[in-house]
């Protein structure tokens, strides 16, 4: 099995943000998350699978991903800190595929799954 952990600050969904134009409310600003009774700014979702992208290449760095999926299935905020989980289903010379997954530390809820991954070996 394999495991990468990060903390996502406010900085780090800052710079997500500006790196793909997505502004959306939910992920700063604090009248509205208090109008939806929400405590901190949610991250935005898409930034799993940049996680899940880069703990793959660290797992297996001279490898290419040609296929990468995943289902959001619970709310991760500022501050927290996720642990990115892979387990090699099936392989081959050629291919290597993963179960994945995306998990809260404190708490153990998960954040994405399924997710799965298709790597290409050299």
């Known amino acids: 099995m394999y495991q990468r952990e990060w903390t996502i600050d406010q900085p780090d969904m800052i710079a997500y943000a500006g790196a793909t134009w997505d502004w959306h409310k939910l992920h700063y600003d604090a009248d509205y998350l208090a109008e939806r009774g929400l405590r901190k700014p949610v991250v935005d979702g898409q930034v799993f699978g940049a996680y899940l992208a880069i703990a793959l290449r660290e797992w297996f ?32 010379d050629e291919i290597v595929e993963l179960d994945l997954r995306v998990e809260v530390v ?16 050299p």
């Not at 760095?61 to 299935?73: H, Q």
């Not at 991760?76 to 642990?83: L, Q």
């Not at 809820?109 to 290409?120: I, Y």
């Open 61 to 92: 760095p001279s490898s290419s991903i040609s296929e990468l999926s995943f289902r959001f299935k619970n709310l991760v905020f500022a501050g927290e800190t996720i642990r990115c989980v892979g387990s090699v289903t099936a392989s081959s």
């Open 106 to 121: 404190a708490d153990g809820r998960t954040a994405v799954a399924p997710a799965s991954a298709t790597l290409r070996l």
